[in-house]
């Protein structure tokens, strides 16, 4: 393990080593008002922009003014394919078989889309476990989705909470309320990584809980992808949706993806929502009216997508190759976390706290800080941090999200942040 110290040229000495110290040249790191750039540390909210994203979007955009409708078929990057170009790279960021991997749509909409295909509720066996916490989006979805199967949520939801006292889910209790909940669970849906805490779950013992009192298992991996390594397919998780504009840097509204385990994917047995780009790809445009599924997860696509939201998609899984993969990114994480930690400690010791897990298996790059003197109001430290030049985002009702994302973030970024954190913190 590195022996760090508090020294500023410390975190020049470790950027000088760092490996991918070079990819954050590939970025456009936002400035604000006085045109300098900002540490920006809110990559688990939205990626910087790669400036890649830049050139292959004008190169879309001039076949689109030079081709017109023929930019569908003609060339290397024609758009009716153009998933083709990423695919591979899409799956091997999620541990899954390029079979198993679909580019559509945004984050909710697949997981109403996944729950139309993987609840199917019976008098018996109608009930779904989420988080008491989970993203609102995920508790409104799981609930209409209870709702338009004809259940009431207050019998078919089945909500896990944090033990009395604790900020993150207890991974046993999660297990014990899955066996509880027992022949009556038909779905267990659940974050990867928390978004208020950051805090990683145990998708492999999940899945083998959930499997185990027959029951599917699906995953919102929206703060997982592009921040941990998964391996979707050997983990035998059922289904996964995710959004691709935090760690993978897609741009606002960027386009979602979704992982269907190739059990499921030619299972013409599934209901699901069907439109004309979910059908044989080369038959598509002979307008046909029988529906012949696409024997790839694309058979769940209902329409074709924005190409230009795409792009910026491509660009960033270009830039992850470049940088060695997923696992290189994790090792750079891992030390930018224990580098953080040692920091947060050294200058700041009691008056921040972190709901982190602190072992690295059970976190991602993000740090979930709340001020624990009571007499300090978190919200004013969050907006003096901003005015200050740190980008990072608030979560009510009191923590300060903050993640240094290896592709873009250097440790000197982390060094300048927790400076400016402890003169806050200093000075109320």
Same mark, same amino acid.
Request: proline share 5%; with cysteine; charged share 20%.
């Given at each position: 393990?590195?022996?760090?110290?508090?020294? *500023?040229?410390?975190?020049?000495?470790?950027?000088?080593? =760092?490996?991918?110290?070079?990819?954050?040249?590939?970025?456009?790191?936002?400035?604000? @008002?006085?045109? @300098?750039?900002?540490?920006?540390?809110?990559?688990?909210?939205?990626?910087?922009?790669?400036?890649?994203?830049?050139?292959?979007?004008?190169?879309?955009?001039?076949?689109?003014?030079?081709?017109?409708?023929?930019?569908?078929?003609?060339?290397?990057?024609?758009?009716?394919?153009?998933?083709?170009?990423?695919? =591979?790279?899409?799956?091997?960021?999620?541990?899954?078989?390029?079979?198993?991997?679909?580019?559509?749509?945004?984050?909710?909409?697949?997981?109403?889309?996944?729950?139309?295909?993987?609840?199917?509720?019976?008098?018996?066996?109608?009930?779904?476990?989420?988080? *008491?916490?989970?993203?609102?989006?995920?508790?409104?979805?799981? @609930?209409?989705?209870?709702?338009?199967?004809?259940?009431?949520?207050?019998?078919?939801?089945?909500?896990?909470?944090? #033990? %009395?006292?604790? !900020?993150?889910?207890?991974?046993?209790?999660?297990?014990?309320?899955?066996?509880? *909940?027992?022949? %009556?669970?038909?779905?267990?849906?659940?974050?990867?990584?928390?978004?208020?805490?950051?805090?990683?779950?145990?998708?492999?013992?999940?899945?083998?809980?959930?499997? !185990?009192?027959?029951?599917?298992?699906?995953? =919102?991996? *929206?703060?997982?992808?592009?921040?941990?390594?998964?391996?979707?397919? !050997?983990?035998?998780?059922?289904?996964?949706?995710?959004?691709?504009?935090?760690?993978?840097?897609?741009?606002?509204?960027?386009?979602?993806?979704?992982?269907?385990?190739?059990?499921?994917?030619?299972?013409?047995?599934?209901?699901?929502?069907?439109?004309?780009?979910?059908?044989?790809?080369?038959?598509?445009?002979?307008?046909?009216?029988?529906?012949?599924?696409?024997?790839?997860?694309?058979?769940?696509?209902?329409?074709?997508?924005?190409?230009?939201?795409?792009?910026?998609?491509?660009?960033?899984?270009?830039?992850?190759?470049?940088?060695?993969? +997923?696992?290189?990114?994790?090792?750079?994480? @891992?030390?930018?976390?224990?580098?953080?930690?040692?920091?947060?400690?050294?200058?700041?010791? !009691?008056? +921040?706290?972190?709901?982190?897990?602190?072992?690295?298996?059970?976190?991602?790059?993000?740090?979930?800080?709340?001020?624990?003197?009571?007499?300090?109001?978190?919200?004013?430290?969050?907006?003096?941090? #901003?005015?200050?030049?740190?980008?990072?985002?608030?979560?009510?009702?009191?923590?300060?999200?903050?993640?240094?994302?290896?592709?873009?973030?250097?440790?000197?970024?982390?060094?300048?942040?927790?400076?400016?954190?402890?003169?806050?913190?200093?000075?109320?």
């Amino acid at each position: 393990m590195t022996e760090f110290t508090t020294d *500023a040229s410390f975190a020049s000495e470790l950027d000088a080593a =760092d490996p991918l110290a070079a990819i954050r040249s590939e970025f456009v790191i936002p400035t604000g @008002e006085n045109g @300098e750039e900002s540490i920006y540390l809110v990559g688990n909210s939205l990626g910087a922009m790669s400036k890649l994203a830049r050139e292959y979007i004008d190169i879309e955009l001039d076949r689109w003014a030079t081709l017109g409708v023929e930019g569908h078929f003609e060339g290397d990057t024609a758009w009716s394919r153009y998933q083709d170009l990423m695919v =591979d790279q899409m799956a091997a960021v999620v541990g899954a078989n390029a079979d198993e991997v679909v580019l559509m749509n945004s984050l909710t909409v697949n997981l109403h889309m996944m729950m139309i295909s993987f609840y199917q509720p019976t008098p018996q066996r109608h009930k779904i476990l989420i988080e *008491a916490h989970a993203f609102p989006s995920d508790h409104f979805a799981v @609930e209409s989705q209870i709702h338009q199967r004809g259940f009431d949520p207050a019998n078919s939801m089945v909500v896990v909470s944090p #033990r %009395e006292g604790e !900020d993150t889910l207890n991974q046993q209790g999660i297990l014990d309320a899955i066996a509880e *909940a027992g022949s %009556e669970l038909a779905l267990v849906l659940l974050p990867g990584v928390q978004y208020y805490t950051g805090q990683v779950m145990d998708m492999p013992a999940i899945t083998r809980a959930g499997h !185990d009192v027959g029951a599917l298992v699906g995953f =919102d991996l *929206a703060h997982v992808v592009g921040n941990i390594p998964v391996q979707l397919h !050997d983990w035998d998780i059922d289904f996964a949706a995710w959004c691709t504009y935090k760690y993978l840097n897609s741009g606002p509204g960027g386009i979602g993806g979704v992982f269907v385990n190739r059990r499921h994917v030619n299972d013409q047995s599934l209901p699901k929502l069907i439109g004309w780009w979910g059908t044989n790809k080369s038959t598509r445009f002979e307008m046909t009216t029988e529906f012949d599924a696409i024997e790839t997860a694309e058979s769940w696509q209902v329409s074709c997508t924005s190409v230009l939201s795409k792009v910026p998609l491509r660009a960033s899984l270009d830039i992850v190759d470049k940088a060695g993969g +997923i696992q290189a990114m994790r090792a750079k994480s @891992e030390l930018q976390i224990q580098y953080m930690d040692f920091l947060l400690e050294a200058f700041l010791g !009691d008056k +921040i706290q972190n709901l982190t897990p602190k072992p690295l298996a059970e976190r991602g790059c993000q740090f979930a800080l709340r001020v624990a003197d009571p007499a300090i109001n978190g919200q004013d430290v969050f907006e003096e941090l #901003r005015a200050q030049g740190v980008s990072l985002d608030w979560r009510y009702p009191d923590v300060i999200r903050v993640a240094p994302v290896p592709l873009y973030n250097s440790f000197t970024d982390i060094y300048r942040f927790v400076q400016i954190l402890k003169g806050i913190m200093d000075n109320p």
